[in-house]
């Protein structure tokens, strides 16, 4: 099976923009989780998606938003961007295995680089 | 809530040297254990997970890791690393009933020659 693909890896945005990211799950998987990844502040989680709908939020401002569609494709979407979201933006899928012991596989992630 | 601790930021070892990444947790609630290890520019990837059974839980690359309870502890071990173990190893842990996982700050493994 393919791995979790992640979309752009790289990208140089500036202060105030936005930003869309996109990760694409391991086929079959229907949970998709994003985390942040800084030197400052290590991993971070930031949101799950399972069947469109979010599950969970961490604890990040509301300029920090995502979605999933039908195919378990997952976007996440920073609005208004700071110097301070620079970072690593990691996406991961999971199959949701009953009784929570399913694995999480992560993507390679996307450098965003705020100028 | 669960919180994670790598007491160890940087590990420099010699090749064919044993080593030990440290980890404990502390959670209210049961959890699953993970170790994570990425390479630069790379994603992380599982290295090997503990669910329930046995305690100690082996990847296929000769790493093992050992569940203690008691001490709420998961430790990492290799007998003997390569150049190639080089990498940033991440200890996480996840609620039983949950899907988030909650990392430590990660342990910057380097083997030297």
């Known amino acids: 099976k393919a791995g979790v693909t992640q979309t752009p890896r790289y990208l140089i945005k500036t202060r105030g923009q936005q930003v869309t990211l996109s990760c694409s799950p391991i086929?079959?998987?229907?949970?998709v989780s994003w985390y942040q990844q800084t030197p400052g502040q290590g991993l971070q989680f930031l949101f799950e998606?399972?069947?469109?709908?979010?599950?969970n939020k961490g604890n990040f401002p509301g300029r920090f938003s995502g979605r999933q569609f039908s195919n378990s494709r997952s976007e996440m979407n920073v609005s208004t961007l700071e110097l301070g979201d620079s970072a690593l933006y990691l996406c991961?899928?999971?199959?949701?295995?009953?009784?929570?012991?399913?694995?999480?596989?992560f993507g390679p992630g996307t450098r965003l680089t705020v100028l | 809530a669960q919180s994670v601790t790598q007491l160890d930021s940087q590990v420099p070892v010699f090749e064919e040297a044993p080593v030990e990444l440290r980890c404990n947790y502390s959670s209210s609630v049961s959890v699953y254990l993970f170790w994570y290890v990425q390479y630069p520019n790379q994603g992380l990837q599982l290295l090997l997970k503990?669910?329930?059974?046995?305690?100690l839980v082996e990847s296929i690359n000769g790493f093992e890791a050992e569940f203690n309870k008691s001490q709420t502890s998961f430790h990492l071990r290799k007998p003997s690393v390569h150049i190639s173990d080089t990498a940033e190893y991440f200890c996480a842990v996840k609620e039983t009933s949950g899907s988030r996982l909650t990392f430590g700050e990660g342990t910057q493994l380097t083997v030297n020659p």
């Open positions: 503990y669910l329930s059974g046995s305690t």
């Open positions: 991961a899928s999971s199959p949701l295995i009953a009784g929570g012991s399913d694995t999480q596989y």
């Open positions: 086929s079959g998987h229907r949970s």
């Open positions: 998606y399972f069947s469109e709908t979010q599950r």
